[in-house]
């Protein structure tokens, strides 16, 4: 059977991870990438897929419940990857509403679209939610959040995603429609925009800029490469049970400063800098409010039943990104041009 996927934000760093492998490895399918474009959204991303006939792109935003509506009939979509929404922490504490309307409301819309053009068939139909370990919380020095966790998001941005969590469930149990939802630690690799911590780091480096280590630079993240994420993502679309909550995780935690320690090393050597001489523009700086100590992951579930598991090993992955920014200076000049200096100077400036 043909399948029509509806890949919502696209454009964005993971998203255009996924619509690339799905156009590539599927050229049986429609993969229809809706993004609004927002700051956060590229079309560059896709520059290597675009002209593909299996492959068509369309401007929308998630929360115009009748362009959903139009969108689900004009490609009678069978399947949904939704990873369209607002991601960035920080700036869900400048403005939670934004995250509420897109998180929220933009799911909720998404999800009624299906719900009205499925009416009740679902056979071969799939709603499938891409979420984050953020909704866990926070861990001390121990443990890990496995799926049966207890939600108990901190940031604005968290709490959005939980409640968009929640919406995909009760919609599975309310109504029947076929759903998954998997909760993944955080991402890294090429197409990252830089406000997130590598790539904005590595952008820093290569100009000679403070690095803003947020409190002592003791908390700890779960790394995972963004390729990896997509595959995990391309075998749950097809292989994961209905209504099941997958995590998603690299088994490969790093304190910040840790992270950072490496990621300068490999930035310098590229650079054919002395090794180790950009650490002087780590610069401590105030702490995020909220910011939740501790992620990781406990992924045995998908390995077990899917045989998923991550496939580089963290310096490999550090070194690949790191180069695919430096030998992509023109991407990054373009997303930071704009907006992006003011939003620095805001995000940055007296902290
Ligand atoms: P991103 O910010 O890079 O991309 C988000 C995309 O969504 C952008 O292309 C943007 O234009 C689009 N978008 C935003 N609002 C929209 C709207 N109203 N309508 C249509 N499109 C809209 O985000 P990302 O890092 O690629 O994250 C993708 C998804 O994965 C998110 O749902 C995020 O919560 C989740 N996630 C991210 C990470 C991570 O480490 N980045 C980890 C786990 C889960
Ligand atoms: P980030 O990439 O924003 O991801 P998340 O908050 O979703 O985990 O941040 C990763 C970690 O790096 C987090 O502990 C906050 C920290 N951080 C800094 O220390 N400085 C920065 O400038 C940024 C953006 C993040």
Redesign the pocket.
């Known amino acids: 059977m043909k399948k029509n996927i509806l890949v ?8 255009s991870h996924v619509v690339r492998l799905l156009v590539n490895k599927y050229p049986d399918y429609h993969i229809i990438n ?5 700051y ?3 079309l560059s991303n896709l520059k290597d897929i675009e002209k593909k006939a299996n492959y068509t792109f369309v401007k ?4 115009d419940f009748d362009a959903m509506l139009d969108i689900f009939q004009k490609y009678d979509i069978t399947g949904v990857i ?7 922490v920080d700036r869900s504490i400048k403005d939670p509403f934004t995250f509420a309307q ?2 929220v409301m ?1 799911t909720l819309s998404l999800l009624q679209a299906a719900k009205h053009y499925w009416n009740g068939e679902w056979k071969d139909k799939l709603f499938y939610h ?4 953020e909704v866990y919380g926070s861990l001390d020095d121990e443990g890990f959040f496995v799926e049966t966790t207890k939600y108990d998001p901190h940031s604005p941005y968290s709490a959005s ?1 939980a409640a968009s969590d929640h919406f995909v469930r009760a919609f599975h149990d309310t109504f029947g429609m076929p759903t998954i939802v998997t ?5 890294y690799g090429p197409f ?2 830089p406000e ?1 911590l590598i790539p904005l780091f590595i952008n820093n480096i290569r100009h000679n800029k403070p690095l803003p280590m947020y409190g002592k630079g003791e908390n700890v993240r779960d790394w995972l490469f963004v390729e990896d994420h997509a595959k995990a993502i391309d075998i749950i679309f097809h292989k994961g049970r209905i209504a099941e909550t997958y995590n998603i995780g690299g088994f490969n935690e790093w304190k910040n400063i840790d992270l950072i320690k490496v990621m300068i090393k490999t930035v310098d050597k590229l650079l054919g800098k002395e090794i180790g001489s950009s650490e002087k523009l780590i610069t401590y700086v105030t702490d995020r409010a909220g910011h939740d100590l501790r992620y990781a992951i406990d992924s045995s579930k998908l390995k077990n039943e899917l045989g998923w598991e991550p496939s580089l090993q963290f310096e490999e992955g550090i070194e690949k990104t790191v180069r695919w920014y430096l030998e992509n200076e023109d991407w990054m000049e373009e997303v930071t041009s704009g907006d992006y200096q003011k939003y620095y100077e805001q995000m940055y400036e007296n902290r």
Do not use: P
């Not at 809706?34 to 927002?38: E, G, M, R, V």
């Not at 891409?130 to 370990?133: K, L, Q, R, Y």
């Open positions: 919502t934000g696209g454009a964005g760093f993971i998203g809706l993004d609004k474009l927002t956060a959204g590229n929308a935003d998630i929360c939704h990873l369209a929404a607002e991601s960035h897109t998180n933009g891409i979420s984050t370990d995603k909760n993944c630690s955080n991402n990252q925009f997130k």
